[in-house]
């Protein structure tokens, strides 16, 4: 490998300097960094460290790892800390393979974790099942550096034993445990801890955040498409700096051209926040905590770094991995290698009856209260809008008729009803369904809910919006072939058309959230509260058990 030097204004974390320097590369490693004369830079940008995303379920990009590198490298992101959890869900030990396979394919530094909860709980149909002993099998490979979220805490309240296995390896191994575990506090939350996990990116208010910081855990702080918790949380990088990291935990692809992990730091320095603690955050932590191979610009380190242009909006202006440019000028040197196909997909097309709700004289119906930016949901109890006997959605109200079809077999239709989304007419559906990836959807009328689903069957995977005009249908869908969670396309092209559905749900059908079909996906997302739909039913996640 060729060797360079670099000149720009470095960023010295470590000692907390800036100053004009010299950085020499030889065969991909930070071979001198040397103090100059201001007078003997080659341009004025800053040299500092790469960013990471400290937790990403890459699926949710709806790109391929190859893919997803290729858009992140333009915001400064040299490596991700990835839970392969969703395609887990879907195609088992053979999906994880296919991520680290096809990440391996792009100079771009992801660290994998064993996923932890696969299926995420047993009240919900899933494609496959990980067992202690495959988490083990995982965790014994260099390439997989921690066990990624546990969300089953109940699991871990109760001494669940294949739970306590999964933990107890990876502590064997030297191997840290991600949590999850939104709106755990006091005693549950300590020992929860206690059990050995170490961060969390679930926390929603500050409160429960410094519960857990006080009890010894990393936090970190996510800001997703549909769950936000930045505005929230970063006050605490004041006072704990060294506990905290940045993640976007779900982020779609439109919103990922846009920026990431960058986007944050803009935002901490703009509330005032020091520069160093921000990019203790951002670029550092991560690195010790999950014992990364991310260089973070010391002699002999990778070469991994970034100029931007200021120390304020983060524009990145080249980013380096192993000394390698792969961004330049917001140009991506990352290419598009088009992947194989992997999926597990086996239900038939649905017929309109299989979405009514008969009436049974119930003058209250529990609703599913969304949240715009967050992940819970409230449980409300709402008169129910009734037409020839049957439940149907009421548009007035804004308590619209939700579906989840299992994906896997065919099995009638879950049938609920959700507050918060908006619709004015029309339908939109969605395989991309956490955790298990059935088909999700929420409509106005059984005919347009039906189409939206049925196109997603069709496709195999994918998302869809169906509307009226002037009586006539207009359907629009993206097919997501790889797990039905992801396409092996453009990322630029996947993102375009992400965009122009999203644009559509808005525009024609009424939807008021900010991000309609991110929020849709986490509605049949068991693990947390306060209300959800499973294939096999509606689910308190405060009882953790179905309502019959």
């Not at 393979?97 to 990440?103: A, R, Y």
């Not at 058309?497 to 644009?503: G, I, P, R, T």
């Amino acid at each position: 490998m060729s060797s360079f030097s670099i000149s720009g204004e470095f960023v010295d974390i470590f000692k907390q300097k800036i100053y004009p320097a010299e950085i020499i590369v030889k065969d991909g490693k930070i071979f001198s960094v040397t103090p100059i004369d201001k007078t003997d830079l080659k341009n004025n940008g800053y040299i500092l460290p790469g960013f990471i995303d400290s937790h990403v379920h890459i699926e949710s990009s709806m790109l391929v790892p190859s893919e997803f590198a290729r858009l992140a490298v333009v915001h400064g992101t040299v490596a991700t800390v990835s839970d392969p959890h969703e395609i887990a869900n879907v195609c088992g030990m053979a999906g994880v393979e296919f991520m680290i396979d096809n990440g391996n394919t792009v100079p771009f530094k992801f660290n994998f974790g064993a996923p932890s909860c696969v299926p995420a709980t047993t009240f919900e149909t899933a494609g496959a099942m990980l067992h202690a002993a495959d988490v083990e099998t995982l965790l014994q490979r260099e390439d997989i550096k921690y066990l990624a979220e546990m969300m089953n805490f109940p699991g871990v309240l109760f001494n669940d034993e294949e739970v306590m296995k999964k933990i107890a390896a990876a502590h064997r191994l030297g191997k840290p445990v991600d949590g999850h575990a939104p709106g755990l506090r006091g005693e549950q939350a300590k020992q929860y801890i206690d059990a050995g996990i170490s961060t969390d990116h679930e926390c929603f208010t500050k409160e429960e955040a410094l519960d857990k910081l006080k009890n010894g855990m990393k936090i970190i702080i996510r800001e997703g498409s549909a769950a936000k918790n930045f505005e929230a949380l970063i006050d605490l990088l004041n006072d704990y700096s060294d506990k905290i990291m940045f993640c976007s935990d779900d982020k779609h692809p439109d919103s990922l051209v846009l920026g990431h992990i960058n986007q944050l730091c803009a935002r901490a320095i703009a509330k005032g926040i020091d520069l160093f603690k921000i990019l203790k955050a951002a670029c550092i932590n991560p690195v010790f905590h999950y014992k990364l191979d991310v260089g973070l610009l010391r002699l002999g380190d990778p070469a991994d770094f970034i100029i931007v242009n200021d120390l304020k909006n983060f524009e990145v202006r080249q980013t380096y991995i192993n000394g390698i440019l792969v961004s330049d000028d917001e140009n991506s040197l990352i290419t598009t290698i088009k992947s194989s196909l992997i999926n597990n997909f086996s239900c038939v097309p649905k017929n309109i009856g299989e979405f009514e709700v008969k009436w049974n004289g119930e003058k209250e119906i529990s609703v599913i209260e969304a949240l715009d930016g967050q992940l819970i949901t409230n449980k409300l109890l709402c008169t129910p809008k009734v037409v020839d006997n049957k439940i149907v959605s009421d548009t007035e109200r804004d308590i619209l008729k939700l579906i989840v079809v299992n994906r896997y077999n065919d099995a009638p239709p879950a049938k609920a009803f959700i507050k918060n989304f908006g619709l004015k007419q029309g339908a939109l559906a969605s395989s991309v369904a956490h955790d298990s990836h059935n088909i999700v959807a929420v409509g106005t009328d059984d005919e347009s809910l039906c189409k939206a689903i049925n196109l997603v069957i069709q496709n195999k995977g994918g998302i869809s919006c169906v509307s009226t005009i002037n009586g006539d249908y207009h359907e629009k869908s993206l097919a997501l072939p790889v797990a039905g969670l992801m396409s092996n396309e453009d990322g630029y092209i996947i993102a375009a058309q992400y965009e122009a559905l999203d644009k559509m749900a808005k525009q024609e059908l009424g939807a008021t959230l900010a991000s309609p079909y991110m929020t849709l996906s986490f509605m049949a997302l068991l693990v947390i509260p306060h209300l959800k739909l499973s294939d096999k039913g509606l689910f308190d996640g405060d009882k953790f058990s179905l309502i019959q």
